[in-house]
């Protein structure tokens, strides 16, 4: 039972990423899925999350606008779409599955409701200016 995200890499402002999430032993699309980013000497911080099956979605302010979370039920994944990137966008990224707890928007607000760290070890998204 995993995630692996991948996706990750090194841009400059303005330019996009498409990040993948790939879930085995179990179906994705039975959780809440989140993306998570940490910046270095940073709490963890809510980027962009999903609801069961097909959403709802949500985004956090930081990226609303510029981000597109979906999931591909066939196949176990959820991807995210970051377009205009921006230097303070640069962090490791996570996913994490979590069972649902008040609306979508609030989980993805409040990342001390996510088992953060017991999941994939993320993928680095660095953007230069």
């Known amino acids: 039972v995993k995630v692996v995200e991948s996706g990750g890499g090194l841009v400059h402002a303005g330019e996009s990423l498409k990040l993948s999430c790939a879930a085995s032993g179990f179906r994705l699309d039975s959780f809440v899925t989140g993306w998570f980013r940490q910046a270095q000497g940073k709490e963890h911080e809510g980027v962009s999350c999903i609801g069961l099956s097909d959403g709802p979605t949500a985004y956090t302010a930081p990226v609303k606008g510029r981000f597109t979370i979906a999931r591909d039920i066939t196949n176990h994944m959820v991807y995210l779409q970051m377009n205009s990137l921006k230097p303070e966008d640069t962090g490791v990224y996570y996913c994490?599955?979590?069972?649902?707890?008040?609306?979508?928007?609030?989980?993805?607000?409040?990342?001390?409701?996510?088992?953060?760290?017991?999941w994939g070890e993320g993928t680095q998204v660095t953007v230069a200016s």
């Open positions: 994490v599955p979590a069972s649902p707890h008040g609306t979508v928007q609030e989980m993805c607000d409040h990342p001390h409701l996510w088992p953060l760290g017991e």
